[in-house]
Nanobody, 116 residues
């Protein structure tokens, strides 16, 4: 059974940075693209960034140039470095597989709040 464990969220002022991590178990991590999603209560979960095999990468337009997704296949972990955070980035961030339909199972997510 796949399991996603997200960490690294918190409260940060506008312009600040956070680095999220997500450790994955229960699947052969190396053969999957991975992705970060985010959700604001009352809205649909949206794709933020995804990284496939051979470092194929895709970003949501509003985070291009500010967020960087990366992965460590030896640690079954995907990261999201978020710089120049803005209040509109406030959401719960989740990871799941990328470049394909997400698994129905989701982790608990990690809350990111950007506020002065």
């Amino acid at each position: 059974q796949v399991r996603f464990v997200e960490a690294g969220g918190g409260l940060v002022e506008p312009g600040g940075s956070l680095r999220l991590s997500c450790t994955v178990s229960g699947i052969n991590f190396r053969i999957y693209g991975m992705a970060w999603y985010r959700q604001v209560p009352g809205t649909q979960r949206e794709l933020v960034a995804e990284i496939g095999l051979y470092d194929r990468i895709n970003y949501k337009d509003s985070v291009k140039g500010r967020f960087t997704i990366s992965r460590d296949d030896d640690k079954n972990t995907v990261y999201l470095q978020m710089n120049n955070l803005q209040p509109r980035d406030t959401a719960v961030y989740y990871c799941n597989v990328g470049f394909t339909t997400p698994f129905h199972s989701w982790g608990q997510g990690t809350q990111v709040t950007v506020s002065s």
